[in-house]
């Protein structure tokens, strides 16, 4: 794991060039764990993401200006961005949506929409190895544990 690590750095000095003056983003999923933990729990291979459409364009450009390669997955009904580097972790683009006064809205396709209440996305700041992430609350990355433990 010790390779990873430095993975892992590399990947989070990233963030802050890539989102520089964005608000509305959130680091979800392991990388928030390990945060929590002061460190990596286990071998990480990407950093998930929640972002606004309208920044979506920008924030994909950047990417690629940071030798980044854009990939796009599909899965029944469901389809997300990847960006993949050597030497870094892939940053998964989960759910690209609009954030709006009250909630967070992410529409996979025409015939299915997921809105997210704001409390649970509420902009909360974790460090992990020196670095700051903007992520969701405490509480919520212990529900997303919960969730995902019944894969």
């Known amino acids: 794991m010790e390779n990873n690590i430095e993975q892992i750095k590399n990947s989070l000095k990233v963030i ?16 928030l764990v390990a945060a ?3 460190g990596a729990h286990r071998e990480l291979r990407d950093i998930d993401l929640l972002i606004d ?5 920008e924030v994909s450009k950047r990417f690629q200006e940071q030798g980044f390669k854009k990939v796009t997955k ?3 009904g469901f389809e997300w ?9 892939t940053f998964g683009v989960l759910l690209r949506g609009k954030f709006t006064k009250d909630y967070f809205e992410y529409k996979p396709n025409n015939f299915i929409s ?8 509420k902009p909360t700041s974790y460090e992990l190895y020196g670095e700051t992430l903007r ?9 997303g544990i919960k969730i995902a433990s019944l894969n």
């Open 114 to 121: 997921l809105t997210i209440k704001n409390d649970y996305l």
């Open 16 to 31: 802050s060039q890539i989102f520089a003056g964005f608000e509305d983003y959130r680091v979800i999923g392991s990388a």
């Open 36 to 38: 929590i933990n002061n």
């Open 81 to 89: 961005d990847e960006y993949q580097k050597d030497n870094c972790l």
């Open 135 to 143: 992520g969701i609350p405490l509480r919520s990355v212990y529900e």
């Open 53 to 57: 459409e309208k920044i979506y364009r």
């Open 74 to 76: 599909h899965a029944p």
